[in-house]
């Protein structure tokens, strides 16, 4: 065993702001508030339900993660957050859909209370959001939009007497744009959000508020975020932990548990064609190409990373893949995926998987924006600071070190998750060598 980190213990309350209180975000706020109140169990959370093995297998430890890394519990999150849209989060909710009325009805008195501070928002950013009604009117530059974010941030910390925030960005998917000089440093960021430079992005400037705020920052959603070289920066200089982007969830998720397999087994694919309908505020703001493609490019790259084509030429090399996303309103949040893969095996004889997933995107991705705050409130008691690596478990597009190339592999993120767990912990790490049983 080695010596383990010092983590500051998870005393007091921890705010939980999210700009963006829409599906996502209202499902975790009201999943949370149930729970806390035994009314419904937090599935599909691994900070609530998920055990880790300690130490060898005929040790039988086998701790619930809760129980032992110092996690804040539910009791003491607080909620808030942002949106362009004025209603609180029991309103928010019901227009969601997400959840049946008498769900939300259950804890309706708390949700009501969470109401959105007025957004920072621009419209050639998210381009199918009209009629807004509660974005902040600040003269002057993003800099003083930044400032009267952090005046929220500091707010909220008082009016709530919550001792520790992190943020959790739940709001739109952005417009795709690639990084351009105004994100290479923090010199260049802070001078471009004085002048108010057409590349930054709304959310990147709700990041700069967090990080210089002590507030560490995870994306949700694919846009560039807190992933370019200035937020790199300003994290590690402030130390404070990032990370991003995009909840893995539907479609994502299934890819990445079952693309390892098939080439765990040399298994050849051909093609991979992924399309979906979905009717949700989200499925109306990614049928806005330019905002589609930021989640296409969030979507496209995990398969390419996990089959490696370059290493196996000849089962990967010609892999035809091919994502949509469909607008259907009728479907509202319950979306359905379809993936038709066609694989080939011993001597090239063809065959085909087919997967029709009916699935309930916010309901997959709140336990991941709740395990999220946890773990990054977590890495920022064990003074972590910039790229959480070892959260790459959450996300379709794993940040990670420029040097390198991300992990999407589910299995191998979740062995990088628990491991660091362990790590901060002084538990031995586990290799899975298993030969420690066989010596005699
Ligand atoms: N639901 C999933 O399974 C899933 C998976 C991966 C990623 N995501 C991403 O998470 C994000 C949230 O998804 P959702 O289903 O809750 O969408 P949603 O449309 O229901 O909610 C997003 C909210 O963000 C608000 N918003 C937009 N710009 C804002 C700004 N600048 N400041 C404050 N609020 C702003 C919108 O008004 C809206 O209420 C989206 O970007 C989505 O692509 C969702």
Redesign the pocket.
């Known amino acids: 065993m080695s010596k383990p980190v010092d983590i500051a213990p998870a005393t007091g309350k921890l705010g939980v702001l999210t ?9 975790l706020f009201a999943g949370v508030l149930a729970a806390r109140k035994g009314l419904a169990a937090p599935y599909g959370s691994l900070t609530q339900l998920g055990h880790i093995r300690l130490g060898r297998r005929d040790d039988a430890r086998n701790p619930l993660i809760k129980d032992f890394v110092p996690l804040a519990s539910l009791d003491d999150l607080v909620f808030g ?5 004025s ?1 609180d989060a029991y309103a ?1 909710a019901m227009k ?1 859909g997400v959840l049946e009325p008498r769900h939300i009805e259950s804890i309706g008195d708390e949700l009501r209370l969470i109401e ?1 501070m007025a ?4 419209h050639q ?2 381009r199918n ?1 009209n009629d ?1 009604d509660n ?1 902040k009117e600040v003269e002057g530059s993003k800099m003083d939009q930044a400032e009267a974010l952090m005046a929220d941030i500091d707010r909220f910390r008082s009016e709530h007497g919550v001792e520790r925030v992190v943020m959790v ?6 417009s795709y744009r690639d990084p351009s000089e105004v994100h290479m440093d923090l010199a260049s960021f802070e001078k471009g959000l004085k002048e108010s430079h057409p590349d930054i992005a ?2 990147q400037i ?1 990041a700069y508020a967090a990080l210089q705020s002590d507030v560490p920052f995870a994306n ?4 560039l975020t807190v992933d370019i070289p200035a937020m790199v920066e300003l994290a590690e200089e402030r130390g404070v932990p990032i990370s991003g982007k ?5 479609q ?1 998720l299934l890819k990445t548990i079952v693309a390892p397999g098939l080439k765990a087994r040399m298994l050849g694919v051909r093609g991979w064609f992924s399309t979906n309908i979905l009717g ?7 049928d806005d190409p330019e ?1 589609f493609k930021s ?1 296409e490019v969030s979507k496209l790259g995990v398969l390419e990373q996990i089959l490696q084509p370059e290493l196996y030429p000849e089962l990967y090399g010609e892999l035809y893949h091919k994502v949509r996303i469909n607008y259907y309103p009728p479907r509202g ?1 319950e ?1 359905e995926g379809w993936d038709n893969i066609d694989i080939f095996g011993w001597l090239g004889y063809p065959m085909q998987i087919k997967i029709d997933f009916l ?1 309930r ?2 309901i ?3 336990p ?1 924006a709740l395990d999220l705050a946890l773990f990054m409130d977590l890495a920022h008691r064990a003074d972590r600071r910039g790229i959480q690596e070892w959260l790459s478990f959450y996300y ?1 597009t794993p940040q990670h070190a420029p040097e390198i190339y991300p992990e999407n592999d589910l299995f191998i993120q979740l062995t990088k998750l628990k491991n660091n767990l362990r790590q901060m912990m002084g538990e031995d790490l586990i290799t899975h060598l298993g030969t420690e049983y066989y010596e005699k």
């Not at 957050?81 to 849209?85: E, I, S």
């Not at 960005?169 to 952005?174: A, H, K, L």
């Not at 949700?220 to 846009?223: S, T, Y």
């Open positions: 700009p963006g209180m829409g599906a996502v975000a209202t499902t957050g942002w949106d362009v849209y209603d928010a969601a959105p957004a920072v928002f621009d950013w998210v959001l807004v974005v960005w739940c709001g739109s998917t952005e709304p959310s709700y949700g959603a694919p846009n995009d909840f893995k969830t539907g994502t949700n505020r989200d499925g109306e703001v990614l905002s989640k949040d979306k699935c995107d916010s997959l991705a709140a991941l379709k």
